[in-house]
């Protein structure tokens, strides 16, 4: 590395370390208008003031010589936590997450930052532990803190919950909310929602449609009512979700099937079929590719990674929806429409 490079990546430092010491100083800004807007009863999002200060934003970008791509993806980030950190929860609920795998953290992330009591438990307390160490609450063991919360959100795989729900539900939830969060919820609902009954919880059933990213600030997330749910349990959990910071979409069991059918199933099914068949052609070309990669193509494989990072859950998804039949065949029809539109039927 020449002198030069080494000289400019001090410098490169130092303004990285006043970006962060300026963000820092907006979101404190932020926390104050927060503040003043509580007392005064106005709403959190302004969305006059967002378009003014985009505005300024692509001035200045102008004048500095940035690109107005850089200002559209870093100002609604920007935003996105400058309005979590005014979320004030108004009720902080004690809320308890069973698991301590990439989707319980990325919903500790959130929850706790929004300000909520936060205990995480599970069969290994240790990684509870460690879990709960890196965002400021607490662990218990589980029947301490099912007894503790009053929200219990079961962030483990369905199979899990299936196959040990003697140990994991007990009469202690009696008059807690219990959430799970599956990306399928044709098994899974019935039991729990049959479970509800004679353990008298109440069973709302959610589907974060995000992946285990850390505060996932404005992201959705599905919230399927039960026979067990009030309105006033819905009401309060969509709230509970919104002020936390996420989209909450409400919906029944069938919509939600029929939605994941196209949105997970379809589009995993294809993605496996283009990483399988990429990894073949590649073989019978006698072609490395990796060199050759275009801008669309290198988006294309950071998602093939993440499907194939996820791949026995997109097979738990295959296996566990309803229509995925349908939308296999109809998935391969499609491809052999097109393949004999392009071939002029030869
Ligand atoms: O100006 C405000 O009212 C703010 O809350 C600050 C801010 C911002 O980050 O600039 C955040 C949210 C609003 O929607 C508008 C602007």
Redesign the pocket.
């Known amino acids: 590395m020449t002198e030069e490079i080494a000289r400019l990546r001090e410098e490169i430092d130092k303004v990285d370390e006043q970006l962060v010491k300026l963000l820092s100083y907006?979101l404190e800004?932020?926390r104050k208008?927060?503040k003043a807007?509580l007392n005064s009863n106005?709403s959190?999002?302004?969305?006059n003031?967002?378009t003014k200060?985009r505005e300024r934003w692509i001035s200045n970008a102008k004048k500095y010589n940035i690109p107005n791509s850089l200002v559209e993806s870093i100002l609604p980030l920007?935003?996105s936590y400058?309005?979590l950190v005014?979320i004030n929860p108004g009720e902080k609920e004690k809320v308890v997450i069973y698991g301590y795998g990439g989707m319980a953290r990325s919903i500790v992330s959130i929850l706790s930052l929004a300000g909520h009591e936060v205990s995480i438990t599970g069969r290994d307390l240790s990684k509870a532990e460690i879990l709960a160490n890196q965002f400021k609450c607490v662990s218990m063991a589980p029947l301490r803190a099912v007894d503790w919360g009053d929200i219990i959100i079961f962030a483990i795989p369905p199979n899990v919950i299936l196959s040990n729900s003697n140990e994991l539900f007990s009469d202690k939830l009696k008059g807690k909310v219990v959430m799970d969060i599956s990306s399928s919820k044709f098994e899974i609902f019935k039991f729990l929602e049959e479970l509800s009954r004679k353990l008298e919880f109440k069973y709302i059933s959610t589907h974060p449609l995000f992946g285990p990213i850390e505060y996932p600030v404005g992201e959705r997330i599905v919230i399927i009512p039960s026979q067990t749910s009030s309105n006033n349990d819905i009401i309060r959990i969509e709230n509970f979700w919104r002020k936390s910071g996420l989209v909450p979409i409400i919906t029944d069991v069938e919509t939600h099937e029929k939605a994941m059918a196209i949105v997970q199933v379809l589009a995993h099914y294809y993605l496996l079929g283009l990483s399988n068949a990429i990894e073949t052609l590649s073989l019978e070309l006698g072609v490395e590719y990796s060199n050759f990669h275009t801008t669309n193509f290198r988006e294309l494989n950071k998602i093939l990674k993440k499907v194939k990072d996820l791949k026995n859950v997109i097979i738990e998804i295959q296996k566990q929806n309803p229509y995925s039949y349908k939308v296999r065949n109809i998935g391969l029809e499609e491809l052999k429409k097109i393949k004999e539109e392009l071939e002029g039927g030869k």
């Not at 959190?44 to 969305?47: H, K, N, Q, R, S």
């Open positions: 907006r800004l932020s208008i927060g807007k106005v959190v999002t302004d969305e003031r967002e200060v920007i935003f400058s309005k005014q």
